[in-house]
């Protein structure tokens, strides 16, 4: 079982160059999430989607853009990357929460380094 | 008050002990919680949904108390593979399924 796959893992980018991270789930999960973690501030959400084809802004979205063309896949595209963006990336994706508690399932990690 | 408030820690626990976590949440419309542990530079996991009832899996054992808007996760004769940061979790039913993460506690269990 794959689960949740998320491409590249590391990648070191200068300052303005562009790149985009790749998230893909095999579990037909409807929703799906990007988000970031930084020392001692937790998991924020930059943006999410609830289906194939839309897309909204979470906690933190500004300097990245995101798309949803297929259900299994989640695009997060930062266009003119800076230093503040040094982070690691998780994704995730889950079914619709109907009370019972769906799980959400998270990505290995992506670690990007901007200088 | 923040969404999801939990104690950063760290709490050092000796090998065997019994330790025990608290998490408030504010959203009173909140539907489903869950404790996930994170491994140092790890993905979080999900160790343990939190039903109404309380539920135990083993040595763990959540527990929901919706008066007070809290959950709590103990943990019983702890392992040193215990040793990771515990992120509590509290998911909203509605359009938007808002899922919250609070920041997490820091478990260091000393042999």
């Known amino acids: 079982n794959a689960g949740v796959t998320q491409t590249p893992k590391f990648r070191v980018l200068k300052t303005g160059q562009s790149m985009t991270l790749l998230c893909a789930q095999d579990m037909n999960h409807e929703y799906m999430y990007w988000y970031r973690q930084d020392p001692g501030m937790g998991l924020r959400l930059i943006h999410y989607s609830v289906g194939e084809g839309t897309t909204a802004k979470g906690e933190v979205p500004d300097g990245y853009n995101v798309s949803r063309l297929k259900k299994q896949n989640f695009l997060l595209g930062l266009e003119s990357a800076a230093p503040s963006q040094t982070s690691v990336y998780f994704c995730a994706s889950s079914y619709p929460d109907s009370g019972s508690g769906n799980t959400i399932y998270f990505g290995e990690g992506s670690w990007l380094t901007v200088v | 008050r923040k969404e999801v408030e939990q104690d950063p820690g760290p709490f050092n626990v000796p090998e065997g002990a019994t330790v025990a976590f608290n998490c408030t949440y504010s959203n009173s419309a909140s539907q489903s919680f869950f404790w996930y542990r994170q491994d140092c530079r790890k993905e979080p996991k999900l160790l343990m949904s939190?039903?109404?009832s309380g539920n135990e899996d083993g040595r763990f054992t959540a527990q929901l108390n919706r008066a007070s808007q809290y959950i709590s996760l103990l943990i019983r004769d702890s392992k040193l593979s215990d040793s990771a940061t515990y992120l509590c979790?509290?998911?909203?039913?509605?359009?938007?399924?808002?899922?919250?993460f609070g920041k997490g506690t820091r478990l260091h269990i000393l042999p």
């Open positions: 979790v509290v998911r909203s039913m509605n359009r938007d399924d808002k899922i919250i």
């Open positions: 939190v039903y109404s």
